[in-house]
């Protein structure tokens, strides 16, 4: 008598690049969708704010980009990728908190221009996401056009000045909605306009604007886009 034992696959690991600007939902969607599909997750975002927060605490005039290039190859910045708890840590110092200060928003555009800054950083995303057996979401603005152009799936999420603003007010207690509009088109326009790998769509991203959208409905459509992509590896 012989007895059949069924072997289920494991999932086809993917790489999935989420881009898009600030109060779009990246962050609360990259991390979802990760837990969910049992991925790692990376917020490429933290590690510019990290190495912007180590920049102003070490005295480094991040408005000289000669002083910040020479500087950028000198903090030591370490991700976790556990989509439940991120972490990240400088120079062995958590820094999951001082790196979401008004101050480090502030500077984190003209850091991130930095070639040699991009440089440094795009190579620690590389090794992550090579690293990550099971797969990896990776959120940022650049990943699918410049981090990992080969990524299995590329998103771009987008969404009205409006409702982006009204979002990230709703983060910040006290917050000012005029004012916060005003710095996140700032923002996108300091992005999207720097010569060293600009926020972009990539030619082949799914382009999934959230502006109507609740988070749920979001993350249930990027949650689909990569069960497909699973399903065709």
Same mark, same amino acid.
């Given at each position: 008598m012989s007895t059949t034992v069924?072997?289920?696959?494991a999932p086809a690991a993917v790489i999935v690049a989420i881009d898009g !600007?600030? /109060?779009?939902?990246?962050?609360?969607?990259?991390?979802? %969708?990760?837990?969910?599909? /049992?991925?790692?997750? *990376? @917020?490429?975002?933290?590690?510019?704010? &990290? $190495?912007?927060?180590w920049?102003?605490?070490?005295? $480094?005039?991040?408005? @000289?980009?000669? =002083?910040?290039?020479? &500087?950028?190859?000198?903090p030591? $910045? %370490?991700?976790?990728? #556990?989509?439940?708890? !991120?972490? +990240?840590? %400088? @120079?062995?110092? @958590?820094?999951?908190?001082? $790196?979401?200060?008004?101050e480090v928003t502030s500077k984190v555009s003209a850091?991130?221009?930095?070639?040699? %800054?991009?440089?440094? +950083?795009?190579? *620690?995303q590389r090794t992550i996401a090579a690293a990550a057996e099971r797969g990896i979401v990776v959120e940022g603005r650049d990943i699918g056009t410049t981090v990992l152009p080969d990524a299995d799936l590329k998103i771009f999420l987008t969404a009205s000045p409006e409702a982006r603003a009204a979002r990230r007010s709703g983060e910040v207690k006290g917050s000012d909605l005029a004012a916060t509009k005003e710095a996140l088109i700032k923002r996108d326009a300091a992005d999207s306009g720097r010569r060293t790998s600009p926020l972009a769509k990539a030619d082949d991203a799914v382009e999934? #604007?959230?502006? =109507?959208?609740? *988070?749920?409905?979001? +993350?249930?459509?990027?949650?689909?886009?990569?069960?497909?992509?699973? &399903?065709?590896?």
């Open positions: 069924e072997t289920r696959t !600007p600030s /109060g779009t939902g990246k962050s609360s969607t990259s991390k979802a %969708v990760a837990a969910q599909l /049992g991925l790692s997750y *990376l @917020d490429t975002g933290a590690q510019y704010r &990290a $190495i912007t927060w920049m102003l605490n070490n005295d $480094i005039d991040v408005q @000289d980009a000669m =002083e910040v290039a020479t &500087a950028a190859a000198k030591v $910045i %370490v991700s976790g990728t #556990d989509p439940a708890a !991120p972490t +990240i840590t %400088v @120079d062995g110092e @958590d820094a999951s908190g001082p $790196i979401r200060t008004q850091v991130s221009a930095v070639p040699e %800054v991009r440089t440094r +950083i795009t190579e *620690l999934v #604007d959230t502006t =109507e959208l609740t *988070l749920q409905q979001v +993350i249930e459509c990027v949650v689909t886009l990569v069960e497909e992509k699973r &399903a065709t590896k």
